[in-house]
């Protein structure tokens, strides 16, 4: 008879060397959230956002094409945008250098007195990047595989269960600060052993607990279940469309998730770490045209005042505990059956994290 596999050591969640391990190694190598198309409509528009300690900024382009460089000017290192924007070129605060939207050193004053100075050799650094179903993803790693193979079959479900995708724009983002690593949150997230106990709201009013699993698609982990009470859901889920009566979810590894609600209701969750004790959550909730909806907020403020505050004391309690001196990592619970009181995603999730610190 096998040992039972056990949970991770409290250092992978509480080291800060592993910690920066993970920043230069799994966050420079693997698919990572920036924003929504939505934001960047027009040729010239920009916005700058971090990851893995690193600034970069997407912008569109007058060719229609979304790019994304590092956000350093590569005179003498300036950063060369903040916050979100639109410009004609991109230029310089230091010296005014200019780049056209595509990266292309355009000008920059007295160059020309410069011998043997050719600006065609001078480039700002572009990072790989994707558009997937409207969100911009981006990996530092110009060698990784396509976002398809990462995540197989996961955008074609996706755009069955949200056949609209390409009408919908953010309406609104909620902010979650929590006191634990990121791959507490995660975990959290990403088993719902523990939601008949804590989630009442979720487990009752959405889905059907004896249904729920969740099964690894390549590095995608796909909730799935039968729903639960849709006669007495809080708005009409009768969207026209199908699956309006299921719930599911696809969790992208490591950091970003789309989840769809009874009548085709689009919301995600993505995670920025900020140190070995800190990550910040995002929900993000879409409407058509990014217009005002009532729906989608009651939703908004009913998740967070519900499911996402219940979350926010376990996962804080989690990273107490992880640093008592008296935690023994315990087993997993996996059933080889599945269902909603196992623990297999969190094995697989596991097994993801112990190899991107360890190899």
Not at 152 to 175: C, I, Q, S, Y
Not at 310 to 324: A, N
Request: proline letters at 5%; hydrophobic letters at 35%; one cysteine or more.
């Amino acid at each position: 008879m096998s040992a039972p596999i056990r949970s991770l050591a409290a250092r992978y969640y509480t080291d800060p060397a592993v910690f920066e391990a993970e920043r230069t190694g799994l966050l420079a190598r693997t698919w990572q959230f920036a924003g929504h198309a939505s934001a960047l409509e027009n040729p010239g528009d920009y916005f700058a956002f971090d990851l893995g300690g690193e600034s970069l900024f997407c912008i569109r382009g007058r060719d229609g094409e979304i790019r994304t460089f590092y956000n350093v000017c590569q005179h003498r290192a300036h950063q060369l945008v903040s916050g979100s924007g639109q410009t004609r070129v991109v230029v310089c605060p230091y010296h005014a250098w200019t780049y056209e939207l595509t990266g292309e050193l355009r000008a920059g004053p007295n160059i020309k007195a410069v011998e043997g100075f050719d600006k065609s050799t001078v480039c700002l650094t572009s990072v790989r990047t994707e558009i997937f179903l409207g969100f911009i993803f981006v990996n530092l790693d110009d060698d990784a595989a396509p976002m398809d193979e990462w995540f197989p079959g996961a955008r074609a479900e996706l755009e069955d269960f949200v056949p609209n995708w390409a009408d919908l724009k953010p309406l609104e983002w909620v902010e979650i600060p929590e006191n634990c690593n990121w791959k507490v949150s995660v975990e959290n997230y990403s088993e719902c052993y523990h939601c008949s106990l804590n989630h009442p709201t979720f487990s009752t009013g959405v889905i059907k607990p004896e249904t729920y699993d969740i099964q690894p698609q390549g590095y995608c982990l796909r909730h799935t279940t039968e729903c639960n009470s849709l006669d007495q859901m809080t708005y009409d889920i009768d969207s026209g469309f199908a699956h309006n009566e299921e719930y599911s979810s696809w969790f992208l590894w490591p950091m970003f998730s789309f989840q769809v609600y009874p009548g085709n209701l689009l919301n995600t969750y993505h995670w920025r770490a900020i140190d070995a004790d800190h990550v910040v959550v995002w929900r993000g909730w879409y409407s058509v045209g990014g217009e005002d909806n009532e729906t989608v907020r009651r939703m908004a403020v009913q998740d967070r005042a519900t499911t996402v505050e219940e979350d926010i004391h376990l996962v804080e309690s989690v990273q107490r505990g992880l640093k008592s001196r008296g935690y023994v990592p315990g087993p997993l619970v996996v059933d080889p059956s599945c269902g909603v009181n196992s623990e297999h995603s969190v094995m697989h999730l596991q097994r993801w994290m112990r190899e991107a610190v360890d190899g």
